[in-house]
């Protein structure tokens, strides 16, 4: 049972919810199964947890891409749980102040300069990859993922994904044209991350009233495994017609780097499909995911023949 103590007045006890983002019951299923069992027990837009000092959760795929959007009522001021004082530029910024940092990580994170790391980040893979086939098994994370650095939480959820559906594998190593498909695809269905956002002013939604101070967490999956918004969303299917996701945000602080990400999520499929084209997980018992912020898997064994 859940103290009610710790629920503020404002917070009607019909959206309460015991969730523990950092340790979410059913975590062993995956972090994208933890958030839906959490979406489909749960009608209200928006829930409250105790947990973590208490705040709210976007319960509905529509309101995720909307608050984000929405600086001006949910502020980036706090990016932690529970709250703390610590901040960084340009994450815990907002507009305008936010603006002029943002114009210079735009200046470097170009598509001329994301095309001019194509080579570096093919070399990379193949030479991982290759220095992998003979050995007939890896850690997907410590041995390949984490040396490709920031996609490897993405990345490791496409390959496990990829280990348990092998007409999937078989397709795209087939048919490398429908890759660019493909990767629109996992990024809609793989969403990792789950920012916080403080209440600006009372904000009514939904039946309830956020409080000015509250914490908001936004989590980017409930977007995108939306059946609303995206029938049969689980499944993936690399012919999906593409729509607008939030798994990189929206906004302001909308993800700079994510033209980089989806070439190194090109890349990395092609260039593995291409030599290790069909591979499981070793023991499923032993895949470990971690919840948070940053969804990811911190254990993945694969193997191959
Ligand atoms: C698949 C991989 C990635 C995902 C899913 C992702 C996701 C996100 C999301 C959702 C945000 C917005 C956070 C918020 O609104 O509070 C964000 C911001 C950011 N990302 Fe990414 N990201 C990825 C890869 C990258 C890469 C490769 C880079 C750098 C090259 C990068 C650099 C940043 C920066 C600097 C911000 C802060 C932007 C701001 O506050 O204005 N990300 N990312």
Request: hydrophobic fraction near 40%; proline fraction near 8%.
């Amino acid at each position: 049972m859940i103290s009610t103590a710790a629920i503020p007045g404002h917070v009607p006890q019909s959206v309460v919810v015991d969730f523990d983002i950092f340790s979410p019951p059913d975590l062993k299923k995956g972090v994208h199964e933890a958030w839906l069992a959490l979406h489909r027990s749960n009608r209200s837009s928006v829930l409250w947890t105790p947990r973590n000092g208490g705040h709210w959760i976007v319960n509905s795929g529509q309101l995720v891409p909307q608050f984000y959007a929405d600086f001006k009522h949910f502020s980036s001021r706090n990016e932690f749980l529970p709250r703390s004082t610590a901040n960084s530029i340009p994450a815990s910024l907002d507009p305008p102040e936010h603006t002029k940092f943002r114009r210079i990580i735009n200046t470097i994170l170009t598509p001329k300069y994301v095309s001019s790391m194509d080579g570096e980040i093919e070399a990379r893979t193949i030479n991982l990859v290759e220095g992998l086939v003979p050995k007939r098994r890896c850690d997907f994370v410590s041995d390949f993922a984490l040396k490709l650095g920031t996609v490897a939480a993405m990345l490791s959820f496409i390959f496990l994904y990829l280990a348990r559906h092998p007409e999937l594998r078989k397709l795209l190593a087939a048919e490398e044209e429908i890759l660019s498909g493909a990767v629109e695809e996992f990024l809609r269905r793989f969403p990792i991350v789950s920012p916080v956002r403080e209440v600006v002013d009372d904000y009514p939604c939904d039946g309830v009233t956020l409080h000015q101070g509250d914490l908001i967490v936004i989590p980017t999956m409930l977007h995108g495994l939306d059946s609303q918004i995206f029938p049969d969303a689980e499944a993936v299917d690399p012919r999906r017609k593409s729509q607008v996701t939030s798994t990189f945000g929206q906004g302001p602080h909308r993800c700079p780097g994510a033209m980089l990400a989806r070439a190194e999520v090109r890349t990395v499929l092609r260039e593995w499909l291409r030599r290790i084209p069909d591979f499981n997980v070793e023991r499923e018992d032993d895949i470990e995911f971690r919840a948070g912020i940053v969804g990811s898997i911190a254990r993945l064994p694969l193997h191959w023949t």
